[in-house]
């Protein structure tokens, strides 16, 4: 294990009803900017009990925060921050909307410098406080301090760094509506958010381990469950609370990181439009076959401990993993082929470029450049 140093400061409010909380976990004093995706509040009742609770407080309001939160609309929303002087953000929706949010706090307090370019840098050195209330478990951005931000223009999709929320309220119920479709996503990446930060290099920690097994084992668990009844409290429960452990900072204590499926998928969204789940499902079977000798002893561990994969040589069983691992997100009714999507080699050649200009190198070992990526893309034409 390395040395590491933690703190997480979100306050995590969790549960049935919890959404009435607003009234006091945000100052009356405070002018509030409220954020919103595309409606899906409205039509779930989520609206109405934000509304409720912020009743008595200075509130603005700005909607249109689209999946895969584009620089292009949150220019606009902190214009209205800044005209408005609002003392903090709430976003309500999805992880794109709090994304988003979290770069609107930032282009709020640094007015001089564009959206852009804080992205860019990779890091918010300023931003105003804001919390959330999630509807959508899958990115662990309630609780963690990442953001990730398109811009249209450049078609291209990064991620930044800063401040945790304040505080998320994360009600179960809030889940009900979900399609089906952005379920299996947030399934799927959840999934992943647990390999980046596991399958990587083994013997490092012992109790993270079995924590990140944990979470994948419950999302697995949790899958057919919500497929057959989407309305079971304790499920959705397991379901929301199984995404925020996934990503908020618990699992990477002190290990190595991979992150390149993540990278490769940001890319296909960028160029292609992919649903940011979906994408990690097209990914990272290749990301697992292609570095599958680094990553042997821990695929052969969680074979054994989590899918019950204890026959066979070595290779053999690393085979049967990988497979159950696609099944998995072919079970979700997720696309695992660029074909599915109509995505072909041009898109796998210019994500390879766009990596060697750009000189990366990901994974837990640093040995994930563009050339790599093509291989683990050509996989999985
Ligand atoms: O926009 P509305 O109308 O609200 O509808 C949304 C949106 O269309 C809908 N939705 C959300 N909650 C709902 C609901 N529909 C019915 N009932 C509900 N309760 O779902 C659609 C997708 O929402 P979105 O916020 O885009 O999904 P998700 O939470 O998966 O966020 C995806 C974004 O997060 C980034 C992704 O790259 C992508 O841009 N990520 C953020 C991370 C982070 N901050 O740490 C890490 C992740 O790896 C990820 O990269
Ligand atoms: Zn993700």
Redesign the pocket.
């Known amino acids: 294990m390395f040395n590491f140093v933690f703190q997480n400061t979100t306050k995590l409010v969790f549960g049935r009803g919890q959404i009435a909380q607003l009234q006091t976990l945000i100052e009356k004093n405070k002018k509030v900017l409220v954020t ?6 409205k ?2 009742g ?1 609206y109405e009990q934000v509304r409720e609770a912020l009743k008595d407080h200075n509130t603005v309001e700005f909607w249109g ?5 584009a620089v292009e609309t949150l220019r606009k929303a902190i214009k209205v921050g800044l005209d408005e002087q609002v003392d903090m953000v709430l976003a309500v ?7 988003g949010t ?1 770069l609107i706090a930032a282009g709020i307090a640094c007015p001089d410098t564009d959206a852009w370019t804080i992205v860019k840098t990779g890091t918010a050195t300023k931003q105003i406080p804001f919390a959330s209330v999630m ?2 478990p ?4 309630e609780m ?1 301090n ?3 931000i ?1 811009c249209h223009e450049t078609k291209e ?1 990064f ?1 930044f760094r800063g401040d945790y929320p304040v505080f998320s309220i994360l009600d179960p119920e ?6 089906k479709h ?1 379920i299996a ?2 399934l799927a ?1 959840i999934v992943v ?1 647990c390999f980046e930060q596991y399958m990587t290099t083994s013997g490092q920690s012992r109790v993270l381990d079995r924590w990140a097994e944990g979470v994948i084992a419950t999302a697995m668990e949790v899958a057919p469950l919500i497929q057959a009844d989407q309305h079971n409290y304790d499920v959705m429960a397991d379901y929301m609370f199984s995404a925020t452990m996934a ?1 908020n900072n618990f699992i990477r204590m002190g290990v190595t990181q991979d992150w390149s499926t ?1 990278q490769i998928g ?1 890319e296909l ?1 960028a160029l292609c439009g992919v649903t ?2 979906e994408s990690l499902a097209i990914v990272y079977p290749g990301t697992a076959e292609v570095l599958r000798e680094q990553k042997k002893a821990k695929l052969l561990q969680f074979g054994e401990r989590v899918l019950g994969v204890c026959e066979g040589s070595e290779d053999e069983r690393v085979d049967q993993v990988i497979a159950k691992i696609e099944a998995f997100f072919k079970s979700l009714g997720l696309a695992t082929r660029l074909s599915e999507k109509g995505i072909g080699v041009d898109v796998v050649e210019e994500i390879a470029r766009r990596f060697n200009e750009r000189g990366v190198h990901f994974g837990e070992a640093k040995n994930v450049t563009g050339d790599v990526a093509r291989e683990i893309l050509m996989k999985r034409l």
């Open positions: 919103f995706g595309g409606g899906s509040v039509r779930n989520v925060i689209e999946p895969n939160p929706g999805g992880g794109s909307v709090l994304d979290k509807t959508l899958a990115t662990g951005s963690n990442g953001a990730v398109s999709k991620a809030t889940t009900y509506s979900l399609p952005q996503c947030s990446d958010h990503l993540h940001h969204t940011h789940g």
